[in-house]
Structure formats: structure tokens, C-alpha cells
């Protein structure tokens, strides 16, 4: 059974600083996995969706990796900004049933400016 | 440009009562679910339908009924609200499975149901 893993559960950091949310997978076989952005009170917002067949995928500051071979994601975010602050979940689909995400609990971020 | 619409946005139910979370697109989708988010333990999958009239069970069905009547809308029912259902609730669509490259998942904002 697929578990998706998230640590730390909460990280501070200053203003300025580069950064590296970690996720971690049970089961190698995945089609993709995704990284999104929850703000408190509201709904996900998708990130990222790095396919199984790439290692690299990147948005403005945002730079997302994939290692399957070690059941391993990072999110990297380059020079954090306040605004960064938000509650950051990675998921991937069911082999089984591509259409049900199995989620991490999420890592709370605070840039402290 | 409404996405993926909830309501409620926050619920107050006595135990035994029932109710009904609404959830309406306005994308077209094909795929939508309903998650439940509890603390430290991340989204759970409720309930999904890949179309019209089509529905299947997630990792938490139990307590929860869904229909899928049109394509837009994909209600959540509480046959017999308990506090274990006291959460937060998600319903997401998207065009297609997660398996398709580009496949983006859109989420309401969220419905806040405390049982007492």
C-alpha cells in the first residue's frame, strides 16, 4: 500500500533564504507525483506535476525533483518571500486507480520576514 | 471564472442530523471527488465519479453518500452526521486521470462541518 510521507511538519525560515521541502513515497511504481499549495482557509492549489519519466520540473522560484528509484520528491523554493508562507502537500495517484491521490500531510511553512 | 464552487462554507450539525455539502464545476470535467482533510493526516479520498451517473468508493466511504446526476455537480451527503465527521471538506475535478501529462486538479475552497 502506498504511503506518502512529509517531514518536517513545519519549518521557519528568514526572508531570503532558499529552501527544500522533502517527500517521500513507499512504493517506486508511480506514475507522477504533484506538489501543491493549501493557504490557511482555502483549497489546493497544483504546483508542480513531475511525470515518472522526468527528474526535473520547474515554475518561476519553484523547482521540483523527482528520485524514484529512492521513493524521494524535494521541492526547492529560491529566495523565499512572505508570501511563500503556506502549507506545501505532495501527492500521487493510485496505480490502481489513477484518478485517487494518496496525499502527505504537508509541510506548514513560515517566512518570517 | 468560478472553478470549482462549495458551499456551505461552515456547518454546525447536531449528531443524527443529515445534510448535504454541495459541489458544482463549471469546467466540463469528467473527474470529481470528495476528500476529507484532518489534522496531520493529510487528504483522505471520500468518494469520486468519473462521469455522469458513474461513482465509486475512496478510502473513507463509510457514512457518506454521493450521486452524480449531471456532470457539473457532485453532492456529498451525511446520512448520520457523527463527531468523527467533524472536518474539513474538499471536492476537486479535473479533465482527466492523474496518470495524463498536464492534468491539473482543481479544488473548491473548502467546507467546515463540526458535529456536536
Given at each position: 500500500k502506498q504511503e506518502v510521507t512529509q517531514i518536517p511538519a513545519a519549518l521557519s525560515v528568514p526572508e531570503g533564504e532558499n529552501l527544500v521541502l522533502n517527500c517521500s513515497f513507499?512504493?517506486?511504481?508511480?506514475?507522477n507525483l504533484q506538489w501543491f499549495r493549501q493557504d490557511p482557509g482555502k483549497g489546493l492549489t497544483s504546483l508542480l506535476l513531475i511525470q515518472s519519466s522526468q527528474r526535473e520540473q520547474t515554475s518561476g522560484r519553484l523547482n521540483a525533483s523527482l528520485d524514484k528509484s529512492s521513493g524521494r520528491s524535494t521541492l526547492y523554493i529560491a529566495?523565499?518571500?512572505?508570501?511563500?508562507s503556506a502549507t506545501y502537500l505532495c501527492a500521487v495517484p493510485r496505480m490502481?486507480?489513477?484518478?485517487k491521490l494518496i496525499f502527505g500531510s504537508g509541510t506548514r511553512l513560515l517566512v518570517r520576514p | 471564472n468560478a472553478g470549482v464552487t462549495q458551499t456551505p462554507k461552515f456547518q454546525v450539525l447536531k449528531t443524527g442530523q443529515s445534510m448535504t455539502l454541495q459541489c458544482a464545476q463549471?469546467?466540463?470535467?469528467?473527474y470529481m471527488s470528495w476528500y476529507r482533510q484532518d489534522p496531520g493526516m493529510g487528504l483522505r479520498l471520500i468518494h469520486y465519479s468519473v462521469g455522469a451517473g458513474i461513482t465509486d468508493q475512496g478510502e473513507v466511504p463509510n457514512g457518506y453518500n454521493v450521486s452524480r446526476s449531471t456532470t457539473e455537480d457532485f453532492p456529498l451527503r451525511l446520512l448520520s452526521a457523527a463527531p468523527s465527521q467533524t472536518s474539513v471538506y474538499f471536492c476537486a475535478s479535473s479533465y482527466?486521470?492523474?496518470?495524463?501529462?498536464?492534468?491539473t486538479i482543481y479544488f473548491g475552497e473548502g467546507s467546515w462541518l463540526t458535529v456536536v
Open positions: 513507499t512504493d517506486s511504481a508511480i506514475y529566495a523565499s518571500q512572505p508570501g511563500d490502481d486507480s489513477s484518478y | 463549471d469546467m466540463n470535467h469528467e482527466s486521470s492523474g496518470r495524463v501529462a498536464g492534468n
